[in-house]
């Protein structure tokens, strides 16, 4: 036993010791974080959009079996504080987008183009160039001054459109029963209807119909409005399916001339001055972004006086992350928001489809003791339905994108029957004991009682009538009214202006703009909830991806270098299993292998 305890130990302690060497080495490269992003005179800003863009800016290295990359996402308010700090900046003289796919939601395309719209106000340029641009990516570069297409190059213009998959079938197939309970009358709740039906209802097709058809003539008033070719023939050239030959993109006004890469850098070259070989000035919007950022700095956070707390993803009971709502997170974020004395007014960014009707409940009322002691505005990303409506609904105003999809109060619930699955199928039969008659209710290996059936049907009814009455007193309109528009319908993010369900169109900035307002604050200073705090790795990588693409600073150590990527990946994986070791609170003592092959 001594002999285990004296290898445990000295294991132990050099797993310390290199985690300290780690740590060193990443201290000694960034002594104060990453180095400092310089802006070259004569600057041109390159939006490519490959990123995934999101709420909050956070990075994720992730190895992707040659080379590390950063799978996290930038966030919407750091690309439109970007966008409006260049548009004043003189070292930037001009954006270039670059673009094929957008990585982002309609409602969070448009609050980026209409930053761009912004932007052009300056009188600044913008020019556009793809070898493919898909229709969200010819929407955002429609605006540009220039926009060119490879000689050979696609522009996908056909219309919009949505497609549903059904597994009524699937399970017959199975023996799986799925015992659905909606609303009595939520005849538009669409999400169970793959599972009791082989195509759509009438009633989704005709929400859906309405939702596609008011993106796409939100579409195309806009780029009609940007290129000069009336709605008729934009709509006609999509039906004729025109833009198949990239000359035709020409010919139709959708672009304005056929280029190749080099010559859209000699054209970029000549707004800005640079002859012969000389490089362009070229920043990327993910490194300004980083560089409007810190010179925004606040040092003195008693100075904030607006929060905004970012509510993303499905919700749920517990604990949340950038990706998921958590009840206790996100409700603790608006505590701390309610609490600080400094926070005069709080912005809700909702971009969530919904989820637990119970979590819902636990937020909704957070921002109802926050409303009683301080403004709180919603804004709306791309989608704000069901239980992200629900959450929404108790706030002084609520702002949203044309293009958000919102509303779908109503509630389901679902619950399978495999008993014919795992009898049939695998041969598994079920008996059981209950000390009551409805112990067992929600089994899956049993179908519901009519009884246990008209139960939970009572009960959804309740929290659908729940529901529809805290929309009816934070609206101000009545639960007659609500019901009317509810029943789990879908609405755009115009369509719910005119119902009242949203008050203002508009994106996140407008929201903190009215908050600011409602709260009387001059010039706002805004807290994001919850804090971003980056590990040392990812600071790490940071550092040396600021100084690869500096230019003027060599990186010590190329991440794309077989030899580092070895190292790196080792070191990683040893941090992972200190963290996994650290994690493990009932088995301190492991019997494991000394190291991962």
């Given at each position: 036993m001594k002999q285990f305890f004296k290898y445990f130990l000295a294991s132990f302690l050099a797993g310390i010791?290199?985690?300290?060497?780690?740590?060193?080495?990443?201290?000694?490269?960034?002594?104060?974080?990453?180095?400092p992003i310089r802006v070259k005179n004569n600057s041109i800003l390159h939006i490519d959009m490959e990123k995934a863009i999101g709420e909050l800016t956070y990075s994720k290295p992730e190895f992707n079996g040659e080379s590390f990359t950063d799978a996290g996402k930038i966030g919407i308010r750091g690309i439109t504080q970007a966008l409006k700090y260049a548009a004043a900046d003189e070292k930037i003289k001009g954006v270039y987008l670059d673009i094929s796919i957008l990585n982002s939601g309609?409602?969070?395309?448009?609050?980026?183009?209409?930053?761009?719209?912004?932007?052009?106000?300056?009188?600044?340029?913008?020019?556009?160039?793809?070898?493919?641009?898909?229709k969200g990516a010819y929407y955002m570069a429609s605006l540009a001054d220039e926009i060119y297409l490879y000689p050979t190059g696609m522009l996908e213009w056909n219309g919009l459109g949505s497609e549903r998959m059904f597994f009524k079938n699937t399970l017959a197939k199975l023996d799986v029963d799925m015992q659905i309970i909606r609303g009595s009358n939520n005849k538009f709740k669409s999400a169970v209807e793959p599972y009791f039906l082989?195509?759509?209802?009438?009633?989704n097709r005709l929400q859906t119909e309405r939702f596609v058809n008011s993106f796409w003539d939100h579409m195309v008033g806009n780029v009609s409005e940007q290129i000069?070719?009336?709605?008729?023939?934009?709509?006609?050239?999509?039906?004729?399916?025109?833009?198949?030959?990239?000359?035709?993109?020409?010919?139709?006004?959708?672009?304005?001339?056929?280029?190749?890469?080099?010559?859209v850098v000699d054209i970029l070259k000549s707004k800005v001055g640079v002859e012969g070989d000389k490089k362009l000035n070229m920043i990327s919007l993910e490194k300004y972004t980083k560089y409007v950022a810190r010179k925004n700095k606040i040092k003195n956070l008693n100075k904030q006086n607006i929060a905004v707390v970012y509510a993303t993803g499905e919700i749920r009971s517990g604990e949340g992350n950038f990706e998921m709502i958590g009840s206790e997170t996100t409700a603790k974020l608006i505590r701390k928001a309610r609490k600080n004395d400094s926070i005069k007014a709080l912005v809700l960014r909702v971009n969530s489809p919904g989820g637990s009707a119970l979590a819902s409940d636990v937020i909704w009322r957070e921002i109802q003791l926050t409303k009683k002691v301080k403004p709180v505005v919603v804004s709306m990303g791309d989608v704000a339905a069901s239980g992200g409506y629900y959450i929404a609904c108790a706030a002084d105003r609520i702002f949203a994108q044309p293009n958000?999809?919102?509303?779908?109060i109503g509630v389901f619930g679902m619950v399978p029957n495999m008993e014919g699955f795992f009898n049939n199928k695998l041969g598994v039969t079920f008996d059981r004991v209950q000390t009551n008659e409805h112990a067992n209710i929600m089994s899956v290996s049993k179908a519901l009682t009519d009884e246990e059936y008209s139960l939970i049907q009572k009960e959804v009814d309740n929290i659908y009538d729940d529901f529809i009455t805290k929309v009816s007193e934070g609206r101000g309109i009545s639960k007659k009214m609500v019901d009317s528009i509810g029943q789990g319908r879908v609405w755009t993010g115009l369509d719910a202006k005119d119902i009242k369900l949203v008050d203002e169109i508009g994106g996140l900035n407008d929201a903190i703009a009215y908050a600011a307002k409602l709260a009387n604050i001059e010039n706002p200073i805004v807290m994001d909830l919850p804090k971003v705090k980056k590990d040392p790795f990812a600071e790490f990588m940071e550092a040396l991806a600021d100084q690869n693409e500096d230019g003027e600073e060599e990186a010590k150590i190329s991440l794309n270098s077989p030899q580092n990527n070895k190292i790196v990946t080792y070191l990683m994986n040893y941090v992972d299993?200190?963290?996994?070791?650290?994690?493990t609170k009932s088995d301190r003592i492991q019997a494991r292998m000394p190291y991962a092959i």
């Open positions: 010791a290199i985690w300290g060497i780690i740590i060193l080495i990443i201290s000694a490269l960034t002594p104060d974080g990453p180095p309609m409602a969070t395309s448009e609050e980026i183009r209409n930053s761009l719209l912004n932007f052009k106000k300056s009188g600044k340029f913008i020019v556009a160039y793809s070898e493919i641009y898909s082989e195509k759509m209802s009438e009633s000069g070719v009336s709605t008729d023939q934009l709509n006609l050239v999509a039906d004729s399916m025109l833009l198949t030959n990239a000359n035709n993109t020409v010919n139709e006004k959708f672009i304005t001339a056929l280029k190749y890469e080099d010559e958000t999809i919102t509303g779908s299993e200190l963290n996994h070791i650290a994690n």
